[in-house]
């Protein structure tokens, strides 16, 4: 009795697994897609931090490139940062026996962070300015034409309301970026996908999690009071957070106020007169954009 109530608990578990890793890989496939994230030829930078969503993503993009229409390759690149207690031998033995190429980059970014952020201040800014630095110089050196993140639609939203509470600017995560120096183009296939789907994705696959010890402690971190508040608008109005996701995508200028998207001083151009039909008007409108 206990073998067959056994057996049907491993079938339920196996079934649900299944349906979730689809659902992780038509999302990912969706945003890849919808924002021409990977061509035939692309030499793919997975960074790897050691956390839950870049092992995610490393995962669900090997198994989209057996059926992908293009042909592209797949590198994980892990940048040590020289952390007190940091297991170095985990990525490597991981990597090693799934049989995915990788590099490792050493570099003591630790001391500098600690040297420079005054205690009890977010470390996070300055870290991840040096670690972008470091991953940018690997891409160029070594041919990426795309460098892959973790970031999903949570962090995207989250660093959307930290921009509007705290830093007075609409902006999040785009799911494709050409960086600054316009060198590098940074791609998020996991911008559609769930935190807790993910979360739930790499308990099941039991990936050697790796804590960071510089941002992990920091639970007063405003991010954090980000992710409280959806969650909490998540469970007292299911399906809000989807809604601001979609708004994100559907972004109306000319409704908004800011005059660099805009020409509001314009308007008076392109006010109806008699004469002009709607047809017309309307093309006026659309060059106006």
């Not at 890989?25 to 960074?47: E, F, K, N, S, W």
């Not at 952020?117 to 800014?125: D, H, I, M, Q, S």
Request: with cysteine.
């Amino acid at each position: 009795m206990q073998d067959k109530a056994a057996t049907a608990l491993y079938a339920k578990e196996r079934y649900e697994f299944n349906k979730l890793q689809k659902r992780l890989r038509r999302l990912a496939g969706q945003a890849i897609a919808d924002y021409g994230m990977i061509h035939d030829g692309d030499r793919v930078m997975v960074c790897l931090s050691g956390g839950k969503d870049s092992f995610t993503l490393l995962d669900i993009l090997l198994k989209l490139r057996l059926n992908a229409p293009v042909s592209f390759d797949i590198v994980a690149v892990n940048l040590d940062q020289k952390q007190p207690g940091f297991p170095a031998d985990v990525l490597p033995k991981y990597l090693s026996e799934q049989g995915i190429p990788f590099h490792i980059i050493e570099q003591d970014t630790y001391s500098v962070v600690k040297s420079i952020v005054p205690e009890g201040k977010t470390t996070c800014g300055l870290c991840s300015r040096l670690r972008r630095g470091l991953l940018y110089r690997y891409a160029a050196d070594n041919g990426i034409t795309k460098i892959a993140l973790g970031h999903h639609r949570d962090d995207i939203l989250e660093t959307f309301f930290l921009n509007l509470f705290y830093g007075g600017t609409l902006k999040a995560m785009p799911p494709k970026l050409l960086s600054d120096d316009r060198r590098h183009i940074v791609i998020r296939p996991l911008a559609y996908c769930k935190e807790e789907d993910i979360a739930e994705y790499a308990r099941i696959r039991d990936f050697p999690i790796i804590p960071c010890n510089l941002c992990g402690s920091q639970e007063n971190l405003q991010r954090q009071a980000m992710k409280a508040m959806l969650h909490e608008w998540e469970k007292r109005h299911p399906g809000r957070v989807e809604t601001v996701f979609t708004a994100l995508q559907n972004a109306a200028p000319s409704q908004l106020a800011d005059r660099k998207l805009f020409d509001f001083a314009a308007l008076e151009s392109l006010r109806h007169t008699p004469g002009i039909t709607p047809e017309c008007s309307a093309g006026l409108d659309v060059l106006a954009r």
